[in-house]
């Protein structure tokens, strides 16, 4: 009789070169096993290690999700009992280190990349890679004295998986979404305290991966692994109302360590209603709900004037209930002033047909460069196109004009972002999501030719993993 191992082996084999031979049909280069062999990541740590066993969940949240389970209780409730612990394939049950750390996968290890290896005959990606959980993923504390001592000790036990995917010729990813959730912890600690968290579980991850060339290591974070709304740009403005420094480099965490991947106009604006109302969340969504009454405004008030009112009320009534533009104003992402950003862009252009493109004029598509960066930038060439081809000027001083505003424009546009690359990084906070500490490059490659080049740099293809930039 076959062990039930056994029994899904056939299965999960064809599983995994399914998955492959997809990711490759599909223009993928860098391709992974889709982690077919493991039906669930709980059962994947009872799988793998000794030392742990299975407790029913606390009632509650996790701690890490706190600050978004206090700000919408009623959401979690419901996935909590549903979405997280209701629908797996194995039993969802957390597990808890009870007893000494120790690896004992090297089968399940074995079959998994023997699976992989098996997919990728006759196939050529560029490389391949296997996942495996950081030391800090696997479980909660019950047995050893300190947490430090915790994530060495799983940490130590982990680093045979690590080293058997690479000695095998894969990437390692090290799958660590939990990482940044230590910012939305106990909301009673300190960042200080959530900082050094983090640092802990950095050092044991680094202690587990001594010895492994860096290029064959690939890390995988990302804001919590729980599908729901967030607090994160609550937290932002929150932040900045803790000191003009962080209010002016839009400081994600009050120590100032890390900004947000956005420009500043929407975010100080919230902040500004916030101190003159109070930190909650209609102080963060009114500048939301205005900026869309002043949308709806505009374009009755563009579509008035080229065709007339009834024509400008059937625009502004179609507009008002939107689905797109109806999310963005009760979102707490600053993104309101996007539309608000382009009506004015449309209502310079539209009297630049008449008259030249004065400095006062294209200042009026600056907001839209300070909340969306070059994204905003998009509809430039068309309004530029017009005001060359309707414009009654002589065709010089026509580019002459638009040679004056794209100055104006970008000088004004990229104003902050040169006084904060300017600024020496050890007095300022990383720039977020940049690679480069740079909002130059955050305007240019995140929030401007990564939307419209996904999976591109500016400079062409993105860096590869076993390729370090």
């Not at 399940?108 to 800090?136: C, H, Q, T, V, Y």
């Not at 010895?211 to 994160?232: A, M, Q, S």
């Not at 209010?247 to 975010?267: A, Q, W």
């Not at 994204?375 to 309004?383: I, K, N, Q, V």
């Amino acid at each position: 009789m076959m062990s039930p191992t056994t029994a899904r082996l056939t299965p999960v084999r064809s599983a995994v070169a399914e998955a492959v031979r997809r990711q490759v049909e599909s223009g993928i280069d860098i391709v992974t096993d889709g982690e077919q062999g493991e039906p669930g990541f709980f059962a994947y740590v009872r799988e793998r290690l000794a030392g742990f066993e299975p407790k029913s969940p606390r009632r509650g949240a996790p701690r890490q999700w706190a600050a978004e389970v206090a700000a919408f209780p009623e959401y979690y409730e419901q996935y909590f009992s549903r979405a997280m612990l209701g629908a797996a394939i194995a039993p969802h049950t957390p597990m808890v280190c009870t007893g000494p750390v120790s690896y004992r996968g090297q089968e399940s290890m074995r079959r998994d990349i023997d699976n992989l290896k098996a997919a990728l005959e006759g196939l050529n990606p560029e490389e391949a890679f296997m996942p495996a959980a950081a030391p800090s993923g696997v479980g909660t504390n019950e047995y050893y004295r300190t947490d430090e001592e915790y994530l060495q000790a799983v940490g130590e036990a982990m680093r045979t998986e690590y080293q058997a995917i690479v000695d095998a010729g894969f990437i390692l990813q090290i799958d660590d979404p939990w990482l940044t959730d230590v910012y939305g912890q106990d909301p009673a600690s300190s960042v200080a305290e959530r900082r050094r968290t983090a640092e802990t579980r950095i050092e044991a991850l680094n202690h587990a991966l001594r010895g492994i060339p860096p290029e064959k290591v690939r890390f995988h974070t990302c804001y919590g692994i729980n599908e729901g709304p967030r607090t994160y740009y609550a937290a932002v403005v929150k932040s900045m109302l803790s000191s003009w420094h962080n209010f002016f480099f839009v400081s994600f965490d009050p120590g100032g360590f890390v900004s947000v991947d956005k420009p500043p106009l929407g975010l100080w604006i919230q902040a500004a209603s916030a101190w003159l109302i109070g930190f909650r969340g209609l102080s963060l969504l009114v500048p939301q709900a205005l900026a869309g009454v002043l949308s709806v405004g505009l374009l009755f008030f563009l579509v008035r004037r080229a065709f007339g009112p009834l024509a400008g009320l059937v625009a502004g009534a179609r507009a008002g209930p939107d689905a797109d533009l109806t999310h963005h104003q009760r979102a707490r992402q600053p993104a309101g002033l996007v539309p608000v950003a382009g009506g004015l862009g449309l209502h310079a252009g539209g009297r630049n047909r008449v008259s030249s493109p004065s400095g006062a004029r294209c200042l009026r598509h600056r907001p839209g460069f300070q909340r969306q960066m070059l994204a905003a930038f998009l509809p430039l060439p068309s309004f530029f196109l017009l005001y060359f081809l309707t414009a009654p000027r002589p065709w010089w001083t026509r580019l002459m004009h638009l040679a004056l505003a794209a100055v104006v424009l970008l000088v004004v546009s990229l104003s902050w972002a040169a006084v904060v690359d300017l600024t020496p990084a050890d007095q300022r906070p990383y720039v977020g999501s940049s690679g480069d500490n740079s909002v130059l490059s955050l305007a240019i490659g995140h929030n401007g030719l990564d939307r419209l080049l996904p999976g591109r740099s500016i400079f062409g293809r993105r860096p590869q993993a076993a390729k370090p930039d």
